[in-house]
């Protein structure tokens, strides 16, 4: 779907304005998160470029590699600024893709989606947690009408590449292929999606595996306590019954039951795998990422609402954002100031640096 240029610019500026907003603390005092030093900047300074084909926690992260790698052909007092800048980068380029791929006003509520689901505050702001956001543009992508083909394409490598999540969005892929199998464009974009679906699916199974869950009662469970973290607050239930309420009319009906569709495998795939754990998700006690995605595919499919002609649904697509955004009142919406962070020139100056949580990272002498 074209789109003015300047539009696409106002889209990423405010984009990079909203990442600030949530993640102030990111912009005043840069700095590594979880993996970000200790597993991709390390394995950049370990590995050079052949660290991008090495998998970590079972898969391949291109995006996080692509941050390392600039980082490590930049001057060193440059790195914690580079981070951001990647994290930022990648970010604005999700809502740019996004904006393109929804239609009028769902274009707009769309693009700032990444920005404004719940469970941002662990993935906003980190290279580590790109993978999360880009989960949204991909799903968006995957229930797009044809256009965009090369931003498209991209956007499904990088982020194909860059997490788990175009293995688990293979069946709708993998669908879009066979309603679309005469539109050749659409063809490679989809290809693509299912090609990386599967290079991540061969590492994953090449790894060691851990004790997982299985489909039962627990998982049930825990899916029900991740669709409520997913919708906020009680204000929540009224985006979702909005939501699936559109599921049964409208024009872009089919592409909301796509997003209904990935979000329910993302579920599905996060219940099973904590199923013998139930009372994490009930406790809070595990990372608000795990709700993030299903609650950017809610918004979505409310955005979608705001784009259809007819007015019960357009009128339904503005409670349930309303009543989606009223959850912030139940939720902090900036990210909560670090107690303690270190001194990046001293970690030069010493050799090793220390990040919360509690992590150090060796830094190369250049």
Request: a positive charge; aromatic letters at 12%; hydrophobic letters at 55%.
């Amino acid at each position: 779907m074209r789109r003015a240029p300047y539009a696409l610019i106002a889209v990423a500026v405010a984009a990079v304005g909203l990442l600030a907003l949530r993640d102030t603390d990111a912009f005043l005092r840069p700095d590594f998160w979880a993996e970000d030093g200790r597993a991709f900047f390390r394995g950049w300074n370990m590995f050079g470029w052949s660290s991008f084909i090495e998998p970590y926690a079972g898969y391949l992260h291109l995006m996080p590699r692509i941050v390392a790698a600039a980082a490590g052909l930049l001057p060193l007092e440059w790195t914690l600024v580079v981070f951001l800048v990647g994290a930022a980068a990648f970010s604005a380029w999700a809502s740019v893709t996004l904006f393109l791929c929804l239609p009028g006003p769902a274009a707009w509520l769309g693009a700032l989606t990444p920005l404004l689901a719940f469970g941002g505050s662990e993935v906003l702001g980190t290279p580590t947690n790109l993978q999360w956001i880009t989960a949204i543009a991909l799903a968006a992508i995957a229930v797009s009408a044809p256009g965009g083909t090369a931003n498209k394409a991209a956007m499904v490598v990088v982020a194909g590449l860059s997490g788990p999540f175009s293995l688990i969005y293979l069946p709708v892929f993998a669908t879009r292929l066979w309603l679309l199998r005469t539109h050749r464009p659409e063809v490679i974009v989809c290809a693509l999606a299912l090609l990386c679906g599967a290079i991540q699916g061969g590492f994953i199974l090449s790894q060691p595996q851990a004790g997982g869950g299985t489909l039962g009662l627990a998982a049930l469970g825990t899916a029900g306590d991740l669709v409520k973290a997913s919708v906020g607050s009680s204000w929540g239930l009224v985006a979702l019954a909005a939501a699936t309420a559109g599921l049964a009319a409208g024009t872009y009906r089919l592409p909301r039951v796509g997003l209904a569709v990935l979000a329910g495998l993302v579920l599905a795939g996060i219940a099973v795998k904590f199923a013998p754990m139930p009372d994490m998700f009930a406790g809070g006690d595990v990372g608000h990422r795990y709700w993030y995605v299903p609650s950017g595919l809610l918004l979505l499919s409310l955005a979608l609402m705001l784009a259809e002609p007819g007015r019960w649904l357009r009128r339904a697509g503005a409670v349930g954002t309303v009543a989606f955004l009223l959850g912030y009142a139940y939720q902090p919406f900036l990210v909560p100031e670090p107690i303690h962070y270190g001194s990046w020139e001293q970690g030069i100056h010493d050799g090793v640096y220390r990040y919360p949580p509690d992590k150090t990272v060796p830094v190369p002498r250049r």
